[in-house]
Structure formats: structure tokens, C-alpha cells
């Protein structure tokens, strides 16, 4: 079983740029989420969906924040303007059922730099 | 709000000893979850453990076990006969219990753990 894949593994762009992150969650897996974390610091939540809805977005830092998961099945996370406080790594992570000790898989992350 | 906290930043531990890892973390609730996850250099997160708070039986995973202590608010990770395998960074991790929008873990700064041969 494929785990939960995320594209691109890094990515560097300037300041005021556009990037779009993906994320690709298990295979049947209805809850799928959102966080990052910068340098030094705490790993923070996004964002939760569940399958196509937005369960939970109360980590958006702000409107230059955009998800999407179309269809239920792959999400997307697109910033901007991109802000040098941007960047971190950006984990996904996806779980089958609403059982909150049940485990979540996570993705690789995406690390973002904004220069 | 929950927070975690871990404030070892880093550790080292010798192969086939014991280590154990800390952590503290506040909340109001009284049923909550509670994790140690694992992010080996340039792979993904794993979960390591799980600690269910309402379970007064520490929970154990092979060589890895919890020292839960529900009043202290503490939730320690132990790893006996360490293995160069073991180095990575550990967080440790809390969720209510309670379904919807509560669903998020929140985490620790971590601490990355090496393991001298």
C-alpha cells in the first residue's frame, strides 16, 4: 500500500511568488490534513478535511492560504503571495476513520523556501 | 488550548543503553490521547506509541514504553538497548478525545536523538 506522497520535495521561489504544494493521502482515507512546521519551532496544524469539506482551518495564518481538495481524494495548499515567513516544512498527513487515537500517516513534507 | 512541551532540544545515548525522553504537555480536558512519533533523517513521521489517558497501564511497543503520570502532566518515552536505528527526532504529541474539529494533534518542538555506536 502506497503511503501518503506529497510533490514537490522542495521548492525555492522569491518573495510575492506563487507556489502550490500537493498531497496525495492513502488510498481510501477520508480525513486528510494540513500542517507545517518552521525552523526551530513546533509542528503546527493547518487545516483538516474531511473527505471534500473543510472540518477544521483555524491554523490558516492568513487569506494568502488557499486549500483545496477537489474530489475527496488529493489536496492542494497554495500560497500566495509567498511571504519569507512562509517558509518551513509542510507535512500532510492522512487517517481512515474519525476515531481521534486513531494513528495519522504522514507524508514526507515539502520544504519551502521563500527568498 | 493544549500545548506540549519538550525541552531537551537534543540527546545522545549510547548503543544497547537506555534513554528516555521527556515531555509535559497542559490541557482542561480530562480524555485525551496522547504520541511519540519519529522522524528519522529524510523520512517520514511513524508513530512510535500511543497512550490513551483514560488507561492508567502504561502503554509499551517492543522496547519502547511511556511513563504516563496523568496528575504531573508528563508523558515520557523510554528506549531500552538502543539501536543506531533509534536516531532521529521524537515528538511527542496530544489530540482530544473528542471527535470533529478537536481532531488535530498538537505537537512538541521535538528532540532529535542520536545514537553513538
Known amino acids: 500500500e502506497a503511503g501518503v506522497t506529497q510533490f514537490p520535495s522542495h521548492s525555492v521561489i522569491e518573495k510575492g511568488q506563487t507556489v502550490t504544494l500537493r498531497c496525495d493521502p492513502i488510498?481510501?482515507?477520508?480525513?486528510l490534513y494540513w500542517y507545517r512546521r518552521v525552523m526551530g519551532k513546533e509542528i503546527k496544524f493547518l487545516l483538516h478535511f474531511v473527505k471534500e469539506s473543510k472540518q477544521d482551518e483555524s491554523g490558516m495564518p492568513n487569506n494568502r492560504f488557499l486549500a483545496e481538495r477537489t474530489g475527496g481524494t488529493y489536496s492542494t495548499l497554495k500560497v500566495q503571495p509567498a511571504e519569507l515567513e512562509d517558509s518551513g516544512v509542510y507535512f500532510c498527513?492522512?487517517?481512515?476513520?474519525?476515531?481521534?487515537?486513531?494513528?495519522?500517516?504522514f507524508g514526507p513534507g515539502t520544504r519551502l523556501t521563500v527568498l | 488550548a493544549q500545548t506540549v512541551t519538550q525541552s531537551q532540544p537534543e540527546m545522545s545515548v549510547q548503543e544497547a543503553e537506555t534513554v528516555t525522553l521527556s515531555c509535559t504537555y497542559d490541557t482542561s480536558e480530562s480524555d485525551y490521547y496522547l504520541f511519540w512519533y519519529k522522524q528519522p533523517p529524510s523520512r517520514q513521521m511513524i508513530l512510535v506509541i500511543r497512550?490513551?489517558?483514560?488507561?492508567?497501564q502504561n502503554a509499551t511497543e517492543n522496547r519502547f514504553s511511556v511513563n504516563f503520570q496523568k496528575a504531573a502532566k508528563s508523558f515520557s518515552l523510554k528506549i531500552s538497548d538502543s539501536q543506531l536505528g533509534d536516531a532521529a527526532m521524537y515528538f511527542c504529541?496530544?489530540?482530544?478525545?473528542?471527535?470533529?474539529?478537536?481532531?488535530?494533534?498538537?505537537f512538541g518542538k521535538g528532540i532529535t536523538l542520536s545514537v553513538r555506536p
Open positions: 488510498s481510501g482515507h477520508d480525513n
Open positions: 498527513a492522512s487517517s481512515q476513520v474519525e476515531w481521534t487515537g486513531n494513528e495519522q500517516f
Open positions: 504529541a496530544y489530540r482530544s478525545r473528542h471527535t470533529g474539529a478537536n481532531s488535530k494533534l498538537t
Open positions: 497512550q490513551e489517558a483514560y488507561k492508567q
